[in-house]
């Protein structure tokens, strides 16, 4: 089914949704990983080369900051269930345009999710979380002979 034939998603984007969602989110996250401080809004949606299109439109709601697959897992459970949208945030260059939030999403720094998950060298595949850096990932590469090339579009962060 083409996308334009499916009809647009209903979000709960007030005030009272998304200041229950922050007291949901900091149960397992804690106080200290979930933001809505404007500053930080602000650094999670634009650049000095890239403003938001729409200024304060384009700003996330709520900026998390994940350590685990299973803190995830959490975020996009309350996410779901509140109809709140979701937006990755890892290397926070966005030569692509990808940091505004167009629709309020709260937003997920993945920058404490920087591991080297599994290396494979024989089929040369590497499993990594999303906040993982191009020098952090070449460190245990070149231990097997190994090494990553960036892409001069690309972030310095994966973006997995």
């Given at each position: 089914?083409?996308?334009?034939?499916?009809?647009?998603?209903?979000?709960?984007?007030?005030?009272?949704?998304?200041?229950?969602?922050?007291?949901?989110l900091?149960?397992?996250?804690?106080?200290?990983?979930?933001?809505?401080?404007?500053?930080?809004?602000?650094?999670?949606?634009?650049?000095?080369?890239?403003?938001?299109?729409?200024?304060?439109?384009?700003?996330?709601?709520?900026?998390?900051?994940?350590?685990?697959?299973t803190?995830?897992?959490?975020?996009?459970?309350?996410?779901?269930?509140?109809r709140?949208?979701?937006?990755?945030?890892?290397?926070?260059?966005?030569?692509?345009?990808?940091?505004a939030?167009?629709?309020?999403?709260?937003?997920?720094?993945?920058?404490?999710?920087?591991?080297?998950?599994?290396?494979?060298?024989?089929?040369?595949?590497v499993?990594?979380?999303?906040?993982?850096?191009?020098?952090?990932?070449?460190?245990?590469?070149?231990?097997e002979?190994?090494?990553?090339?960036?892409?001069p579009?690309?972030?310095?962060?994966?973006?997995?």
């Amino acid at each position: 089914m083409p996308l334009n034939d499916l009809s647009k998603p209903l979000y709960d984007l007030s005030e009272k949704n998304l200041i229950g969602a922050k007291e949901e989110l900091i149960a397992p996250l804690g106080k200290d990983l979930v933001s809505d401080d404007l500053g930080t809004h602000i650094a999670h949606s634009s650049t000095e080369w890239l403003p938001v299109p729409r200024g304060d439109l384009d700003r996330p709601s709520l900026v998390v900051y994940p350590r685990s697959t299973t803190d995830v897992s959490e975020i996009a459970k309350i996410c779901h269930k509140r109809r709140i949208p979701m937006i990755g945030f890892s290397g926070g260059t966005s030569l692509e345009g990808t940091l505004a939030a167009l629709n309020n999403e709260i937003c997920l720094d993945f920058r404490a999710m920087n591991k080297v998950i599994a290396l494979q060298q024989d089929d040369m595949d590497v499993i990594v979380e999303p906040g993982l850096g191009y020098e952090e990932l070449n460190q245990p590469l070149a231990s097997e002979g190994l090494f990553f090339c960036q892409i001069p579009a690309q972030a310095p962060r994966l973006e997995a």
